[in-house]
């Protein structure tokens, strides 16, 4: 019998192969990455146009709301004042203040004002025709009037500046003759041949929404007003008009005019 004896070798798992497999079944490689990167960035790019409008139709929908709790307002009022709707001190005057009529609450001081200086819309809030001020408010506002700006304003018994809604309202009487006499007073038994509120058109940044406004007509029917072009906004003054002019009031008053025909097709 021989004095050497040949051991067998020792037989050792494939270490390494193992752990090169376990390496490639929990990753990803850099390829995959960036192409899981890309099918993202193409879902992204498909839904997002979609989300933003479905996001703006909402938003229409709660604006059309806001209108017409203001319009039940302005009913009520008519029907305890002899069929008048608010009156509102920027209407009135050879140069009225058209595009103040956004206001709600008048600064301090301002005597032919009503009540703590509430006018127009405000009115409905004084006297208890609306529960709640947020409705003088659309979602889809980004100009200088948000409704948290002015909080604190609607709760103080006297306000030291003027607080604005997001709505242009009519105003009591109608615009001025061609010769200068009064406008007409405005009821609620006008029906569709008068407008009562749109959007804002105090300045360009007031215009809530994009390719055409919200418009409540005097029988209280809402609708949007479609304007591809965006012609209604560009009418308007960059910055708010301070001081009224003829010119001023005459391209308000135009402006108001178109709104009140016939729905241009979108």
């Known amino acids: 019998m021989s004095r050497y004896h040949r051991l067998p070798y020792p037989s050792f798992p494939s270490s ?13 490689t850099v390829i995959e990455l960036i192409v899981c990167m890309g099918v993202v960035a ?8 979609s989300l933003r409008a479905t996001r703006q139709a909402a938003q229409r929908v709660s604006c059309a709301s ?18 008048r709707i608010c009156r509102s001190v920027n209407a009135e005057g ?34 208890g025709y609306l529960d ?8 889809s506002h980004h100009g200088e009037h948000p409704p948290e700006r002015y909080n604190l304003d609607f709760a103080r018994t006297s306000v030291g500046a003027t607080v604005y809604g997001n709505y242009q309202y009519a105003g009591h009487v109608g615009p001025r003759g061609s010769e200068g006499q009064p406008g007409e007073a405005i009821t609620m038994d006008a029906g569709r041949n008068v407008l009562l509120l749109t959007d804002g058109l105090r300045a360009r940044s007031d215009f809530n929404h994009g ?44 402006i108001w005019a178109q709104l009140t025909g016939i729905d241009p097709a979108p």
């Open 16 to 28: 390494r192969r193992a752990s090169s497999g376990a390496r490639s079944g929990s990753g990803f």
């Open 42 to 49: 193409v879902l992204c790019g498909i839904l997002l146009p």
């Open 66 to 83: 806001n209108m017409r709790q203001i319009g039940v307002g302005l009913s009520m009022y008519a029907n305890t004042n002899a069929d």
């Open 94 to 127: 050879s140069t009225p203040q058209r595009q103040e009529l956004m206001a709600v609450r008048l600064r301090n001081g301002l005597a032919s004002a009503g009540p703590q200086g509430w006018d127009g819309l405000g009115l409905l809030v004084s006297g």
């Open 132 to 139: 709640r001020c947020d409705c003088l408010y659309c979602a």
């Open 211 to 254: 390719n055409g406004l919200n418009r409540m007509m005097g029988d209280l029917s809402v609708e949007f007003w479609h304007d591809a072009q965006d012609s209604v906004r560009m009418q308007l003054p960059e910055l708010p008009v301070t001081v009224a002019t003829v010119d001023s009031c005459a391209t308000y008053e135009s």
